[in-house]
């Protein structure tokens, strides 16, 4: 009502100007429309790039485990429990999950607040962002390691020194 109002005003009194109206959350939405394809594509890869570094991971760790797998049987048959052999084989990849942490950590943030920096509207970064992403990375490494290490940890001793 009050654009035809106004476009009718403006016939009126200046009919050699066309009245270009548009809405502010329209612009808005045309700015960032590039954003939004970008975020929606960016979560389908990291969520296929979690899921292939997860096999690779499970592979290592089936790999370790079956190397080790003497190691294994020595250790059950001198009283080890399933448990510390368990966190005998997690840590190593413990050890390697943080280490990749700790370099992304500082990489992914100077991306992030370079990106961010380019946006019309200034969005507030929350560092404990980037210390629970990599809580989540090692919780999902523990989650694919341990279940291998579980399992390597609880074949009988006699038949892990049988194959040997």
């Avoid at 370790?64 to 003497?70: D, L, N, P, S, V």
Wanted: charged share 20%.
């Amino acid at each position: 009502m009050v654009i035809a109002l106004l476009r009718e005003l403006s016939q009126r009194y200046n009919a050699g100007f066309v009245l270009d109206n548009r809405f502010l959350n329209e612009d808005y939405e045309q700015l960032h429309a590039a954003e939004q394809r970008v975020a929606v594509l960016s979560k389908y890869f990291a969520g296929l790039a979690m899921l292939i570094s997860c096999l690779g991971l499970l592979g290592l760790a089936t790999f370790t485990a079956e190397r080790r797998m003497k190691e294994i049987g020595i250790r059950k048959m001198l009283g080890a429990s399933e448990f510390s052999i368990a966190y005998l084989l997690s840590a190593d990849f413990s050890k390697l999950v943080v280490v990749v942490i700790l370099i992304a950590l500082p990489v992914s943030y100077l991306v992030i607040t370079h990106w961010l920096d380019n946006l019309a509207y200034r969005i507030e970064l929350k560092l404990w962002y980037f210390p629970g992403a990599g809580l989540l990375a090692l919780v999902i490494a523990w989650g694919t390691v341990g279940m291998q290490a579980v399992k390597a940890a609880s074949v009988s001793p006699t038949q892990c020194l049988k194959e040997e």
